[in-house]
């Protein structure tokens, strides 16, 4: 999943240098406003879908076919008695189902914010960022639930420590990012920020512009989590040695 960082950045980097954008920071998604950024920006956000169905899978092999071939076997690592083990293990099905709504929204969220760029369809790339933005910590939340139990009762991988600290990296960047970017926009003004030219070329002269960048910093920093968030993923799936057996159809 670093290439979600790559991508983004590499983006970024080939809108600055063409002179597409001017504040030190702006938001992510002004790095995909202009036609070679944004197949890269797009490419970033589609390639990271299919990641999220194959996790789900994953865990679901864990939760319906492993740990019940424990407990068949009545392998001794259990820690608890049969009748609460079979509870958890409908509280982490049920809540694996929620993980795999979530992800399809997020996949969907993903395809919005990927290719409709904001210079183009702005409401509905605003639409689908918002959501994205707030619904992955709650993604987060139900990773971090899962992992801390399949370890504990059932020492499946690890304990979610990096999960947790990119949990609260995630809720932090979120209040930050909404309350200087409303600062912002109070001070440079409603129709200039929703103004494409306008905020893309936003000097440091201009009123709310240190409140931009720092709001717009948030975001990074935020998208940057959600990388983080999918690294640690990704390393679990990586060592995982049951693939052949899981099913992703």
Avoid at 59 to 84: A, F, R, T
Avoid at 151 to 164: A, C, D, G, Q
Wanted: with cysteine; glycine share 6%; charged share 15%.
């Amino acid at each position: 999943m670093r290439t979600l960082i790559d991508f983004v950045l590499f983006s970024y980097s080939y809108a600055a240098v063409n002179n597409h954008l001017e504040p030190i920071l702006n938001f992510v998604s002004d790095s995909g406003s202009y036609e070679r950024s944004a197949g890269l920006f797009a490419q970033c956000l589609d390639l990271s879908a299919f990641f999220l169905w194959a996790r789900y899978k994953q865990l679901k092999h864990y939760l319906q076919v492993k740990i019940p071939e424990m407990i068949m076997s009545n392998d001794g690592q259990l820690k608890y008695e049969i009748g609460s083990i079979r509870k958890t293990l409908d509280r982490l099905n049920r809540i694996n189902y929620v993980s795999l709504l979530l992800s399809f929204v997020a996949i969907f969220c993903m395809t919005m914010v990927g290719n409709f760029r904001c210079n183009e369809f702005f409401l509905l790339h605003a639409i689908g960022g918002i959501l994205l933005f707030y619904l992955w910590p709650v993604y987060t939340g139900c990773m971090i639930y899962m992992n801390h139990h399949l370890y504990r009762t059932f020492k499946i991988e690890s304990p979610p420590l990096t999960l947790i600290l990119g949990f609260i990296i995630q809720l932090v960047s979120l209040v930050f990012m909404f309350i200087f970017n409303a600062m912002a926009m109070v001070q440079f003004g409603w129709n200039r920020f929703f103004t494409e030219q306008e905020r893309l070329h936003w000097t440091s002269d201009e009123p709310g512009y240190w409140f931009h960048v720092i709001g717009t910093g948030s975001e990074w920093v935020l998208l940057i989590s959600f990388a983080v968030t999918l690294l640690c993923i990704s390393k679990r799936m990586k060592k995982c040695n049951e693939w052949n057996l899981i099913n992703l159809g």
